[in-house]
């Protein structure tokens, strides 16, 4: 059972390139959550989907775009690369809206922008 | 959701209990208590949560005020594998599920 799965692990980027962080779960959950943690920092909240057909913004949204693919995945897209987006992301899933579950961590994709 | 307070740093000597507090004094009735942790920057890791009555699990327990205005996080016999940020969230049952964190306390057990 491989849990939240994120791809690529690593990425450098130049500023201005675009790329798309993937994010697949094999739980079955309903609600899917970009998360970004920049260094000595907690986790903000980027963009949630309670389920799927639906996204919304979290905490810190600017300069990102999501899609909620099918039940399974998730994905994060940066348009246009900036240094302020180092950080190390982590997508979560979990049982979701109403219900006092937990929700499970991916091993994170460590970005730099350059 | 409701705001919680936590301190920066603990230190714990290894085998002894580790006391994680947590203030959470404008929690609402239907809002979960919930910790998580985070080792060398991997992905936190779930370790228990509570509506109002205490709870244990094979990781810690949980000790939640009356008032529900606080609450403590144990590990019971804290081992150098614990060391980590401790993460005390507050969420209600209407929100996507969400979790916001705050900036947690980093544990540091000692030998």
């Known amino acids: 059972n491989a849990g939240v799965t994120q791809t690529p692990k690593f990425q450098v980027l130049k500023t201005g390139q675009s790329m798309t962080l993937q994010c697949a779960q094999d739980?079955?959950?309903?609600?899917m959550y970009w998360y970004r943690q920049d260094p000595g920092m907690g986790l903000r909240l980027i963009y949630y989907s309670a389920s799927e057909g639906t996204t919304d913004k979290g905490e810190v949204p600017n300069g990102y775009n999501v899609s909620r693919l099918n039940k399974r995945e998730f994905s994060l897209r940066l348009e246009s690369a900036a240094p302020s987006q180092t950080s190390v992301y982590f997508c979560?899933?979990?049982?979701?809206?109403?219900?006092?579950?937990?929700?499970?961590f991916g091993q994170g994709t460590r970005l730099t922008v350059v | 959701d409701a705001k919680t307070t936590q301190p920066p740093s603990m230190d714990c000597a290894e085998g002894r209990a580790a006391n994680l507090p947590c203030n959470h004094s404008t929690i609402s009735g239907n809002e979960y208590v919930y910790w998580y942790r985070q080792i060398h920057s991997q992905g936190p890791q779930y370790i228990i949560h509570?509506?109002?009555n205490n709870e244990t699990n094979e990781m810690a327990s949980l000790i939640i005020t009356e008032d529900r205005k606080s609450s403590t996080l144990i590990l019971p016999h804290a081992t150098l594998r614990d060391t980590a940020v401790y993460y005390c969230?507050?969420?209600?049952?209407?929100?996507?599920?969400?979790?916001?964190f705050g900036q947690g306390t980093e544990l540091s057990v000692k030998p």
């Open positions: 739980m079955n959950h309903n609600s």
């Open positions: 979560a899933s979990g049982l979701g809206s109403g219900l006092n579950t937990e929700a499970f």
């Open positions: 509570g509506l109002k």
């Open positions: 969230i507050v969420r209600g049952p209407n929100q996507g599920g969400k979790l916001i």
